[in-house]
């Protein structure tokens, strides 16, 4: 039997990056991140799925209840964050591709990432019905009455994040955008093909 051994060295520090060392064409850093977008967006809508999932079958065990009801927190919080970056990314894309619609939840991922992400001092003024907001949890209650941040609304056809973001419904539009990224892409990649060799 022949056993021959192989062995690894380290010859320095290995680097994973998402910025190149070139400044790449404007409309394809567009495209590249509006599916950089979409896919974390799935990534974390399924993370939110299953966490909720663990949540409700998890035992009488108060911490370990405590732990799961934190993971889920965590996963709705993530989502509205890659929500807002994904809005933005679109927003940014359209400048460069007219047939690109901004969705129609970005005022509310806007205001929701905000909303999560400052939530020491936002937090507890959603705590109490009738206390006065400020900055940006005034303009979402104007905007959206009916919103409740920091929650997941379960309904028979959706869930909603913060009570105000179909979630379902946005994933499925953003399959349709996915497809005309890509489509976009091709394009771009076979026109530049083509005038290499023309």
Partial sequence: MNNKRVRLRSVGLVTRST??????DPREESLSDILHWIWSWRVQVGRLR??????????????EQRKFFSKTSLDEHILAVVGWNLARAIRRAATHFAQLLIPKDEDALCLLRHLYE??????????????????????????????????????????????????????REL?????????????????RSSRSRG
């Fill in 50 to 63: 299953e966490s909720t999932k663990q949540e409700l079958r998890s035992g009488s065990d108060a911490l």
């Fill in 175 to 191: 399959d349709a955008l996915e497809i005309k990224a890509l489509d976009f892409e091709r394009e771009r990649k076979g026109r």
């Fill in 19 to 24: 910025v190149g060392d070139e400044v790449p």
């Fill in 118 to 171: 400052h939530w020491d001092e936002q937090r507890p003024s959603f705590q109490k019905k009738d206390s006065p907001k400020e900055r940006t949890g005034e303009k979402f209650v104007k905007r959206f009455p009916e919103g409740k941040p920091w929650s997941v609304t379960y309904t028979a056809d959706d869930w909603l994040l913060g009570g105000v973001v179909p979630i379902a419904a946005l994933t």
